[in-house]
């Protein structure tokens, strides 16, 4: 971790529950994997109540469950769980995108070429994390301007869930190339005004995101319920 004064402005808590996000979306972690108090306190050097605050952090973002004199596990998500992620992402961004075209203004339209522009940098390097990380960057800043506090505050707290359903994508889309490609579409998209495009690019993308995730779920030892 390094020490510059915005990382230090957070928590120890918080920093550790940071590190182990991007552990189980690195898959050093596994998914259902059991969190050990005492281990993790050891690795880290800290208290184990520091690391009970840090797994309640991720609890909240309902990344972890605590079960009952079993002790404390990575979220191992359901079939269900994914398709009502399909529903509610489909539902808030394809609504957020259409609004957003009324508010967005050439800063808005520069700063998401930035983010496409890092995405070509990344997918070049076929880093997926990175793409990753990058499309919660790009869908996060055009659902900030829907204009509706709600709506963003809502798809603020699906995030981390959100970014967990997208760690096993790299194994269904052909290459990296083609999934910055959709997101240079949604740009173009975006630009064009056109809300019917819009609505179809993002329901499109949400579409085979997310149904790719779930049609080989099985693969990824997702559970039925």
Known sequence: MQPNSAIMQKPLSELIADELKQKIWNEEIQLGERLLETDLAESYDVS??????????????????????????????????????????????????TQAINRLESHHTKDLEAIVDEMKQKADEKDWNGLFDLDMKFHSYVVGLCGNTRIIKIYDSLQVQIRTFLMHLDRYYSSTQAFYNEHKQLLEALVSNDVHIVNDRVREHIEYVETKLLGQSSDIEFKEV
């Open 48 to 97: 184990r109540s520091t690391i009970r605050e840090a797994l309640k952090i991720l609890e909240s973002e309902e990344l972890v469950v605590s079960q009952a004199r079993k002790g404390t596990y990575v979220a191992d998500f359901t079939n269900q769980d994914i398709n009502e992620m399909i529903e509610l992402r489909t539902l808030l961004e394809s609504h957020a995108f």
